[in-house]
């Protein structure tokens, strides 16, 4: 089995890397599942995937319960989760029972929150179905929702007993949800592997027609940098906030624009903003800075939005939970490959990479 182990010590577990379900029933087997399993996924996945992983599991001989909540990040609140649980308390789940995270990013997030609370926690598998799920959330164990107007302000951290990557999944997407899961691969790389970096740019037509061999080494590939980093600093206490390079601006324009851009869009457009500003402190040079915005475009990235009120995104960067003491932090390359943390980033920094990704061009 194609397979990577992420060492986490007593919460290690392995990622595994497939083109179908086939080998699902394998790998419970091999975690040493419960026979009492409840399948959380989305209307929409639901539609797509859910009959043929229950009839697995049943055929398994599980005893399988399902909940699918209305897809959408606008259901990404405490009353989902609760409803999550509310379904594990009718199918009779206990403290041994196990949960299938089914899904992208929202339902991983959610049925993770739900393990980590039901019975004071239970364990849970990812079975995420979307590139930005399959490159990113699924792995490194945030699990959390979206409350008050603020994002992923409530949660835990809760490691999966098993990521199961069937990379054919993300075949029936839609076009956009693709170029914005492109946008956690390509930050993997611009933070840790040029190599990886050129990959990306050598294979864009492979990439772009989902070859299926070459989403399997990507997503490898790809999961083993995320890996490196959640091994090296699991609760982001130091190096594990390198991943937010590209969404300390990136998080204020997609509150901002209220969530009609998608997660990934607004991070490949933090990403170029903050290389602009990198470049403009010399930190990178200005090749360096083309190439990242170069392979952005490449993958569809929209390199220019419109953004009116500059205050308005300062202030939403200055709510955002990864500011810490009103000091706004920047994840910014130094290279390609490496990055580093910045917290002195000044406002007329702020406003003149707000300038560059923007339409108008000023305040
Ligand atoms: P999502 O889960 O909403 O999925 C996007 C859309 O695709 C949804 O409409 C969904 O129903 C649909 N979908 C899912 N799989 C599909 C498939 N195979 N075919 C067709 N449609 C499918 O969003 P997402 O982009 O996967 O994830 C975004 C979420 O992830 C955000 O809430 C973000 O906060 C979270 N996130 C978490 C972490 C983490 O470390 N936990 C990291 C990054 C992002
Ligand atoms: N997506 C950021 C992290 O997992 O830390």
Redesign the pocket.
């Known amino acids: 089995m194609n397979k990577l182990y992420v060492n986490l010590g007593e919460n290690s577990y392995n990622i595994s890397f497939h083109s179908d379900f086939g080998k699902l029933l394998g790998v419970l087997e091999e975690i040493g599942a419960p026979k009492k399993l409840m399948v959380v996924t ?4 639901e539609k ?2 859910a009959e043929e992983v229950i009839s697995l599991l049943t055929d398994g001989d599980y005893d399988v319960g399902c909940y699918a909540f209305e ?3 606008e259901n ?1 609140t405490p009353q989902t989760v609760l409803d999550i649980c509310s379904a594990c308390m009718e199918h009779k789940m206990d403290r041994k029972s196990m949960i299938i995270a089914l ?7 959610m049925a ?1 929150f739900a393990a980590a609370i039901y019975m004071r926690g239970i364990s849970f598998v990812q079975v ?6 399959q490159s ?9 929702v ?1 409350f008050a107007g603020a ?2 302000i409530l ?1 835990a951290f809760l490691q999966p007993k098993h990521v199961y990557i069937n990379v054919s ?6 076009e956009r ?1 693709i170029v ?2 492109m946008g ?1 691969v390509i930050k993997h790389g611009i933070i840790r592997d040029e190599k990886f970096f050129e990959f990306l740019n050598e294979n864009y037509d492979l990439i772009n027609a989902l070859d299926t061999d070459t989403l399997i080494y990507m997503s490898n590939k790809n999961c083993s940098i995320k890996a490196q980093v959640v091994e090296a600093d699991e609760k982001e206490s130091g190096v594990r906030a390198h ?1 937010n390079f590209g969404h300390t601006i990136g998080h204020a324009i997609e509150s901002a624009s209220n969530y009609t851009l ?3 869009e607004c991070v490949g457009l933090g990403m170029m903003a903050a290389s602009f500003i990198a470049e403009q402190r010399g930190l990178i040079t200005d090749t360096d800075l083309e190439r990242i915005i170069l392979l952005l475009e490449n993958y569809d990235f929209e390199t220019k939005v419109d953004i009116t009120d500059y205050e308005a995104i300062i202030n939403l960067m200055l709510s955002d939970k990864k500011t810490i003491s009103g000091k706004i932090r920047f994840v910014l390359p130094v290279c390609l490959g490496k990055v580093e943390i910045f917290d002195d980033v000044t406002k007329d920094e702020i406003v003149s990479a707000l300038e560059f990704i923007s339409n108008d061009g000023g305040i």
């Open positions: 989305d209307t929409n996945v797509l995937y897809a959408g990040e990404k899904g992208g990013g929202v339902v991983g997030d993770g995420p179905t979307t590139l930005l799920s990113d959330s699924s792995v490194g164990g945030k699990t959390g979206d994002k992923n949660g999944t993300i075949k029936t997407l839609p949800e914005s899961g956690e991943l998608t997660h990934g």
